[in-house]
């Protein structure tokens, strides 16, 4: 009742005393009878009731107001202490402001990481495409930050059992996912390791090297190193059937649909000026917990479908251009003939990741600055590359889906009908999918219509007609060293396509545009006459090189005169029309 008569605005006040008192002396210093009896004769004057109250309590608002800030100490202490609570913040090109855990850059700032800086994302793409210059250190950062991001966006859909720990897990495993690229990134491991035939796999040596920068500084238990590896290779056969979901963020063995995509693709397109034919955003956002793995919407299949379509594309025009192939062949034979000083082979034999950790991209200028004489041939490739005088595509066989099983035979059968020419001639195959060899990703996407009903595998009738037929090609591809030979080089490997019947069966052999211009003079006249005949024109034969000036120029007089007379047969011939009257 007292309460009540009192301002509203010194209720707040009373309350606070009341509260800090209780709280100092638990067991009760004055009883709530003697409490009222003292506030019997309490005015409603504000100031009069807050001098009454510090004289009631005296001593014991004191000793609250010491307990509260202690606690208060203690809070703090408490939060700076989780590493969960501080970030750092990146400015990114491609996702903006990136917030990441202060504990990340434990891994970040160690010279093993800070080694991605000079290993180019793209390879030798960069002498083709100038804006391709970004390296597998944004990468790996850009990658860990969409793996939180969809993390806490799964924990608040309902799913509390997600830690910060566990987000934390897997930013880790997001940020070491490329730590065991060589120089040049994939052509390392797609020409000279296959070149060297040492087995070699860029994410066991990620683990490997992720291990290294555990032990240094200390912060993951063994339990925990064991499931980010996991997470890296995408092996979640040891992962709770409930929580497999966290193995399908950063490495989706299952599907593809992954963060590692996600950002390359983006980044890829934003570096090279190249349009990104889906939206990552909206899966993310559209993506929930079902079964205990990654389900999407319904709604989202074709904009699956078009992350498939777009990654194949990459490969196809961009990732394997054909001067990007012959830049890479020539910088991968150059680091092979300077084996002798690089000892890259005893690195690969000998497991020596330390050492490995310090080959970089700048192992061209490495080569460049020798004086060696054992170095020169390898000297003398890199400045062919510098004047622009790369080893040329000849020709390419494509090869379906149906003989893709055929690839390797018709290489080995191609290589042994041209080796006659001698080290002129470089075969090489390429392949292009949509991640899963032969089989199309999308049935293994789960898709749900509604959040309370169970989920579905994906079926034609999602996205109907648009879904194509195959999800494979390879090609067979040869390359000249020499110019002067590329002519030699196409009427051989024509013969032996025709020989062997891929020409028909598997496909046509395309001429790179150099041998085009090539062609004799027999064949351009050839098919000049085959122009003239199709076309049922016989006058332009009389464009040919052997008839003279004046032959042509009667010829044109000619098609005038003729011009004349049609013109004059078609006024006689004209008929007005009759009125009606």
């Not at 149906?402 to 002129?424: M, P, S, V």
Request: hydrophobic fraction near 35%; include cysteine; aromatic fraction near 8%.
């Amino acid at each position: 009742e007292r309460r009540c008569k009192m301002p509203k605005k010194n209720h707040k006040l009373l309350d606070q005393r009341l509260n800090q008192a209780f709280e100092a002396d638990p067991n009760g210093v004055l009883s709530f009878a003697e409490i009222m009896t003292q506030l019997k004769d309490l005015s409603e004057d504000p100031a009069n009731v807050n001098n009454r109250l510090l004289a009631l309590f005296g001593s014991l608002s004191k000793l609250s107001e010491d307990t509260w800030r202690l606690k208060k100490r203690q809070t703090n202490a408490k939060r700076t202490k989780d590493p969960t609570k501080k970030k750092k913040i990146i400015n990114d090109p491609v996702h903006g402001l990136i917030k990441l855990n202060t504990e990340l850059f434990h891994f970040i700032d160690s010279s093993i990481f800070q080694r991605l800086r000079e290993l180019k994302q793209l390879g030798g793409m960069y002498f083709v495409f100038p804006g391709a210059s970004h390296n597998r250190f944004e990468h790996c950062i850009g990658t860990c930050f969409l793996a939180g991001k969809w993390m806490r966006k799964l924990r608040k859909q309902g799913h509390p059992e997600i830690t910060d720990r566990d987000v934390f897990l897997v930013e880790v495993a997001a940020l070491c996912h490329d730590l065991g690229h060589g120089p040049f990134s994939h052509m390392f491991e797609d020409i000279i390791i296959r070149q060297t035939e040492i087995p070699w796999d860029h994410e066991e040596v990620s683990c490997e090297l992720f291990r290294i920068i555990n032990a240094d500084v200390k912060l993951l238990t063994d339990d925990e190193v064991e499931m980010v590896v996991s997470m890296i290779t995408g092996d979640d056969s040891k992962a709770d059937p409930d929580r497999r979901y966290m193995w399908q963020i950063v490495h989706n063995r299952k599907n593809s649909i992954d963060v590692d995509k996600f950002d390359y693709m983006r980044r890829d397109c934003y570096s090279a000026n190249l349009p990104l034919g889906y939206d990552f955003k909206r899966i993310m956002e559209h993506s929930c917990i079902k079964k205990g793995e990654i389900a999407f919407h319904a709604k989202e299949a074709f904009n699956i479908l078009a992350m498939f379509q777009t990654r194949f594309s990459l490969h196809k025009q961009v990732y394997s251009h054909k001067v990007v192939k012959g830049i890479e062949l020539m910088l991968s034979e150059a680091m092979l003939l300077a084996e002798s000083h690089l000892k890259i082979k005893e690195i690969l034999e000998t497991r020596d990741y330390r050492r490995y950790a310090l080959l970089t991209d700048s192992i061209v200028r490495e080569i460049e600055r020798s004086t060696s004489n054992r170095l020169q041939p390898s000297r003398d490739l890199l400045n062919r590359i510098h004047r622009r005088e790369i080893y040329q595509f000849v020709a390419e066989v494509p090869i379906t889906s149906d003989h893709t099983h055929r690839a390797d035979i018709l290489q080995k059968e191609a290589e042994k009908y041209l080796e006659n020419l001698g080290d002129d001639v470089i075969m090489t195959r390429v392949k292009f999918n949509y991640t899963m060899a032969k089989e199309n990703p999308m049935t293994r996407v789960l898709f749900y219509r509604n959040i309370q009903e169970d989920p579905t595998y994906f079926s034609a009738s999602m996205i109907s007609a648009s879904m194509p037929s195959a999800f494979e090609e390879a090609h067979l591809r040869v390359f000249s060293k020499n110019p002067e030979k590329i002519d030699e080089i196409y009427a051989k490997f024509h013969s032996w396509a025709q020989s062997q019947g891929v020409v028909g069966q598997l496909g046509k052999v395309t001429k790179s545009p150099k041998v085009v211009e090539k062609l004799s003079e027999e064949e351009r006249r050839l098919k000049v006459e085959m122009e003239a005949k199709h076309s049922g024109d016989e006058e332009m034969l009389l464009n040919d090189e052997h008839h003279s000036d004046g032959e042509v120029q009667s010829s044109q007089e000619g098609k005038s005169d003729q011009k004349k007379k049609n013109r004059k047969k078609r006024k006689l011939t004209f008929t007005p029309k009759q009125s009606s009257t």
